[in-house]
C-alpha cells in the first residue's frame, strides 16, 4: 500500500449532495443511521451551548461543522473496538451510544468523567492534548497479546499533532504493527494557531510516511468518505496490518469555546465558505435526492433530536444533593486503612443530620 495521501482529500458526495463519479457510496442503511446521528448530534451540541449560557455547564467546546467526522468514525467501528475521545467529541460519544447527561458531567465539572468507560468502549475525555493517543496504543498493545480483533481509534485535533505524545504513539504503534487508527480532525485552528504554523508539510496526513505507516487524506464534511476510510483504516489494523492515520479536513465553526472570541483570529469570510460545506446539509441533499429522505422521516428523526434534548435539560439541571461517600468512592480501587476509618468518621458525623432531613 501506498504510504502518501493523495494529493486532494478522498470526497464521495460533492457540496451540493452530488455523489462524485466512479466511487462506491456506503449503503443506504449506514448513510440514514449516519443522516440521524448528525441530526441528533446537532441538536445537543445547541442544547449543550444553550445549557452553558444558563449558567448550567463550565464550558461547552462546539463541533458544530465537523460532527460528520466524529459520527463517521465512530460508526464505521464495530462496537467492541474502543474509541480515545478528546474534550471537543461529544457527539462522537453520543454517536457511541453515552447518555448525553453522562457526557456533560465533565463539563459541568461533577466527575472527571460521568460515564462507564468499559460499558462503552470508550475512554474518558482528554483535556491533555495527545495524551489520549498513547492510551489508544497501549490498549491496541494489549489488545494484540491477548489475540483479540480488537481495534483502537484515537481521536487528535490539529494542535495534538505538535505533541511529543501524539509522534511517540505513532513510533510505538507502527514498529509492534498495532491495530490503532490515528483520526486526525484538522477544524484548521488549535484555539487561535491556524495549522500554517503547526506543520509546513503538505498535509498532516503526510507525517504517516515517517513512521511507516499509510496516511489518507480524507474530506471530513463528507461523512460518506470518513465512513469508507475510517473503515478500510478499521480492516487494515483488524487484519493484521498495523495502524492508519487518518486526517480529516474539517472546520470548527463555533469558536474554540465560550470563553474564546473567533472574531480575533479568523474573518467571517472564511466561516461562511466553511458554512457552505456543512456536512448535515450536504448529506441531506444526497439522501434527497436519491430517493432516501423524505419530509417524513426528517420530522421523525428532528421529533427525535428534540425529545434528546427536552431529556437532557430536564435531567441535567434537576439538582441532586452529592452522597458524601463519593468523596472516598474512586480514590483507591481497594481503600487503605486510613480512608476507610475517615470514611466511617464521616458517616457517624452525618448521620444526625441525615435523620433530620429524613423527618425521622
Known sequence: MDLLPTAEPVRLIEADGTPVAGRALPGGTALRAAYRALVVGRRFEQQATALVKQGQLAVYPSARGQEAAEVGAVLALRPTDWIFPTYRDSVALLTRG?????????LRGEWH???DPYAHGAAPQCTPLA?????AVGLAFAAQARGEDTVALAFVGDGATSEGDFH????????????VVFFVQNNQ?????????????PSLAHKAVGYGMPGVLVDGNDVAAVLTVVGEAARRAREGEGPTLVEAMTYRVDAHTNADDATRYRPDEEVAGWLARDPLDRLSAYLT???????????????????????LRARLVAEVPPAPEELFAHVYHRPTQRLRA??????????????????S
Open 289 to 311: 435526492n436519491s430517493g432516501q429522505l423524505n419530509v417524513d422521516v426528517e420530522a421523525a428523526v428532528a421529533a427525535e433530536a428534540e425529545e434528546l434534548a427536552a431529556d
Open 98 to 106: 453515552v447518555d448525553p447527561v453522562e457526557i456533560l458531567t465533565l
Open 342 to 359: 475517615q470514611a466511617a468518621l464521616l458517616r457517624a458525623e452525618s448521620a444526625p443530620s441525615r435523620a433530620e432531613s429524613d423527618g
Open 168 to 179: 511517540e504513539a505513532l513510533n510505538f504503534a507502527a514498529v509492534f504493527h498495532l491495530p
Open 131 to 135: 495524551t489520549q493517543a498513547p492510551h
Open 189 to 201: 485552528y488549535a484555539i487561535s494557531v491556524p495549522v500554517s504554523r503547526q506543520t509546513s508539510a
Open 113 to 115: 468523567c460521568g460515564y
